[in-house]
């Protein structure tokens, strides 16, 4: 959910993204030709960033131990979206202007009278736009088309010709992982609980892209997908965060300060692994530089959460732009899994182990796969997975729609099944929890909340107080002249800083020393190393920090 901007902060963001425009952070894509809405690129300064960002997420989550990391294409098949739901819901409800024809997301319009727009379904929001009538944002008209739903998923052909196949630009990375759940499986010893995660490019069609990295056409994003097993007993340490007070708004609660292991005994979060990943996903934004302060844990309303959710928080940030959604954290229970089951009547199923074992009597049917497989051919597992669940005193040819077909079941495709079983376990469709992270929107509010100005000589200065994990450039390398063996010596300096493993240092001679310190704060380098007379003479440095501007001399073996 992306809260309004108030206007103080309007001359603040101006600054503020031109500046990362000028050094390079984030910058309008295809500029020359334009620009195109919802695309940006990530320049020198930003790629570095977005990758020591991306860095740590994996680090973080990998720790964990029963964790790994996969990647699947951007491309993706019709029918895995189709098995999944995207294709008949993810779409946004917009409305075009009458009088200059530009697209409008309907509850975007209707944000500012309605306290939850995208909450609400297509006739409401026709309802409160004809009530409202809202001005357009781009001419300022008050007349509109009405309400129509449009699917946010890029289209694409897998193929070329009549073999092509349909397929999207994927909206989202979990379906890859949800449909790798037989290897994830093997892979981890068929023992839950065990993620997968993964870091990539995400697609939507945004009906109106806006509030620069907010909302894009081009995103990345990360998300964890975490199986476990729903009557297992699952205990979780949070003996590091039980001094950490979250600012926590629950659905019937209201804003609270609370540890989340008091959220958790008081049934405000409603599962001990949502609780320890809330707990998981603060600690991350902290480590990366947001703001503690700027951070707050949203519960979805009944009426917001999916169908499927038995809970939803987001991870809410503070910045230029009010409060933004930046990280969700849902329960989505076995409804990924059981989808693409059913679609596919491939088996996504673990395997519990019975304390004592049980004595079943079977009764019922199945197909028998040599007629069966013949007659019913790329529907005969999904066939079978419907003919197993019938009661045993069903009549056969019996009728069934089947991926909306029409299917006859005749008696010669059916066998009867009766026995008496010893079982000792049963299997199951593991449920799912997942943290699913906006990196660009985190990427946008840690610029925001390191991005400081202060007086300096009548004018405004800027520094960029980025945390040093995820700084693009660690130090910069400064020689007060390229002279008297100066140059030389900064030459080597950043040569051996850069062959230090995951150290990045940058070479600058270019102005006066005092620009030179200027630029490397405005890009936040932790640490300015000066080369000057008395290095030539007696082989050290001064060495500048960013936060404080404090100087100290060093020799340049301890560097």
């Not at 939850?116 to 009530?131: A, V």
């Not at 066998?415 to 593991?430: A, C, M, N, S």
């Amino acid at each position: 959910m992306v809260r309004a901007m108030s206007d103080d902060s309007g001359a603040r963001l101006e600054r503020l993204s031109g500046m990362l425009k000028r050094r390079g952070f984030i910058l309008p894509a295809f500029e020359i030709h334009g620009g195109a809405k919802g695309l940006y690129d990530f320049g020198p300064n930003g790629g570095r960033l977005r990758n020591r960002v991306n860095q740590m997420w994996l680090n973080h989550w990998i720790s964990m131990g029963n964790v790994s990391e996969i990647s699947c294409p951007t491309i993706t098949p019709y029918e895995v979206l189709e098995a999944s739901g995207h294709v008949g819901e993810f779409s946004d409800f917009m409305t075009g202007c009458l009088s200059c024809e530009e697209v409008s997301r309907a509850d975007t319009l209707l944000e500012d009278y309605h306290p939850n727009p995208d909450s609400l379904g297509k006739l409401e929001l026709q309802e409160l736009l004809n009530k409202s009538s809202p001005p357009c944002p781009f001419c300022g008209e008050k007349s509109w088309s009405d309400i129509s739903a449009q699917n946010l998923m890029f289209n694409t052909k897998i193929g070329a010709g009549t073999s092509g196949r349909d397929g999207f630009l994927r909206p989202e990375t979990a379906q890859g992982m949800f449909t790798s759940f037989p290897v994830l499986y093997r892979h981890f010893r068929e023992r839950l609980p065990f993620g997968a995660i993964q870091i990539g490019k995400g697609y939507r069609n945004e009906i109106s892209p806006r509030q620069g990295m907010i909302r894009l056409r081009e995103f990345n994003m990360a998300e964890l997908e975490y199986f476990i097993d729903p009557e297992a007993s699952i205990s979780h340490d949070f003996s590091s965060w039980s001094g950490v007070k979250l600012t926590m708004i629950g659905e019937n609660e209201g804003e609270v300060l609370t540890s989340i292991v008091d959220a958790i005994k008081v049934g405000m979060v409603r599962h001990e692994t949502v609780g320890f990943f809330i707990a998981r996903t603060y600690e991350f934004l902290i480590g990366v530089g947001i703001d503690p302060s700027r951070v707050r844990f949203r519960q979805h309303e009944s009426n917001e959460m999916a169908h499927y959710a038995t809970d939803c928080w987001d991870a809410e940030i503070h910045g230029s732009y009010g409060w933004v959604e930046c990280v969700g954290i849902a329960h989505r229970g076995c409804y990924d899994l059981e989808a693409h089951e059913k679609y596919t009547g491939k088996s996504l199923r673990a395997r519990r182990e019975f304390a004592t074992p049980k004595e079943v009597v079977i009764d019922g049917w199945t197909t028998d796969s040599a007629v069966a497989g013949p007659a019913f051919r790329s529907l005969a597992g999904k066939v079978k997975l419907v003919v197993e669940e019938l009661p045993s005193d069903t009549s056969f040819p019996l009728e069934l729609s089947i991926e909306d077909q029409l299917v006859t079941i005749e008696q010669t495709h059916v066998k009867r099944v009766q026995r008496t079983d010893t079982l000792t376990g049963e299997w199951f469709i593991p449920h799912v929890i997942e943290p699913a992270f906006g990196i660009d929107r985190i990427i946008w509010h840690i610029l925001d909340h390191a991005y400081d100005e202060i007086e300096k000589q009548g004018e405004k200065y800027t520094i960029m107080k980025l945390n040093p994990n995820v700084v693009p450039i660690d130090y910069v390398v400064l020689p007060l002249y390229e002279k008297d063996g100066m140059g030389e010596i900064a030459r080597e300096i950043n040569t051996m800083l850069n062959s230090r493993f995951g150290v990045v240092s940058s070479f600058d001679a270019s102005g006066s020393i005092g620009r030179r310190y200027a630029r490397a704060d405005e890009i936040g380098v932790p640490v300015c190393i000066t080369v000057d007379h008395q290095s030539v003479e007696d082989e050290t440095v001064t060495i500048r920090t960013r936060d404080t501007g404090q100087q100290v001399r060093l020799k340049i073996s301890e560097l």
